[in-house]
């Protein structure tokens, strides 16, 4: 039986571009760069909890997450369980230099580089402006400037994306200007701001955002988690790691929200050129979406209503849309990228969350560049090219 082709054979030079991963924030982040003089235990900062038995991130009395719960790579349980304390987290998780060597071990050039504590959509800090403007804006610029400092450790390979005041229109246009000349290539954003006593994704509300992400070429990055974070499927009798990997089923197709939410409201219509991506999704179930989109546009009349909108959604989606895969394989992600097309996808690893390729004594996953030998040979070498490479490289400006 033949052994199948060589990672080398497959990747033929091609510099991978890991599309989703996140940074573990040091327990100093913040308490090191703001004085605490002025705004005390409201800086947030790490304490253990007795009841939940791990360290935890608090500002003032309320809870972030907890403090490790997202630097799983190379643990020794499944999901649920996770490190406790930063003294179980291994350094290449969250060690700037160490972590470019196992990225490089694991087949990745570079990284684009998304945050845990404020929120996969920064929604955990706006929180905080409900009691405190002046601090939220101030943790969301010292998040943004020690992401930029955590990847001049290698600026060809850690790829900053910014966190946005999105509870201010015009302080968050200020941020994504000012952060943009210091280096980040893209905005996180929430897929459900009305959670945080925002306007709905779809208001033109948002308009002046989206035409400065267009104006200034940062790419609007949806990632999944970003709206409710409470859902619960099963009784708890069902047990903690089937409810665990029940829920994580659903969270990967929450964008679905906010896909419908910008073609539906016209966001693409109104700016054409605005680069969207929905981050950890997945891709095989989009096809679906988009096609129950495009039979109820059509069923509902939508361009009566909206003689203006010239394309159906799946072809606003091919114009500007994009999504990342990670474990998918086999007919279901030929097929979506057979529809979707090669140049709007992305790969990612989701490096170092549970969900991750980020191999571990407990872990069925593979590193990224035996995955794609394993699981991606069979595309031509156009197909990954793009895929791996030219995609993320065009989206986030990689030289």
Known sequence: MSAGPSVEDTLRGIQVIDADTHIIEPYDLWTARMPTSRWGDNVPHVVWDEGMQREVWVTGDQLLRPATSAAYAGYDKPPPQTPRRWSEVK??????????????RYGIHAAVLYPNVPGFGAGKFTNVAGRDGELAL??????????????????????????????DVDLSIAEMRRS??????????????????????GDRHWDP?????????????????????TAKLLPPEAGSHANYAAV??????GNARAISSMIGAGVCHRFPDLQIISVESGVSWIPFLLQSLDWMWKESAVTVEHPEYDLLPSDYFRRQMYACFWFEDGPTLDAAIQYLGDDRILYET???HPTSMSPGPSSTALPAKEFI??????????????????????????P
């Not at 996180?188 to 709905?200: E, K, M, N, T, V």
Request: proline share 7%; charged share 15%.
């Open 373 to 398: 030998a394993r699981s991606l040979s069979h595309l031509s070498q156009t197909t990954l090219q793009r895929i791996l490479h030219d995609n993320a490289a065009t989206l986030y400006k990689i």
């Open 91 to 104: 350094p290449e998780v969250y060690e700037a230099e160490q972590r470019l060597e196992l990225m490089t």
């Open 248 to 253: 994580c089923g659903t969270i990967f197709m």
């Open 350 to 352: 989701d490096f170092p």
């Open 209 to 229: 955002i989206w035409a400065a992400a267009q104006e200034i070429g940062l790419p609007v990055n949806f990632h999944t988690g970003s709206g409710d974070e």
């Open 138 to 167: 101030e943790l969301f610029r010292v998040y943004n400037d020690y992401l930029i400092e955590y990847c001049s450790t290698d600026p060809a390979r850690y790829i900053p994306v910014m966190a946005v005041p999105f509870w």
């Open 180 to 201: 943009a000349a210091n280096g980040h290539r893209g905005i996180i954003f929430s897929q459900q701001p009305d959670l945080y006593g925002c306007p709905p994704l």
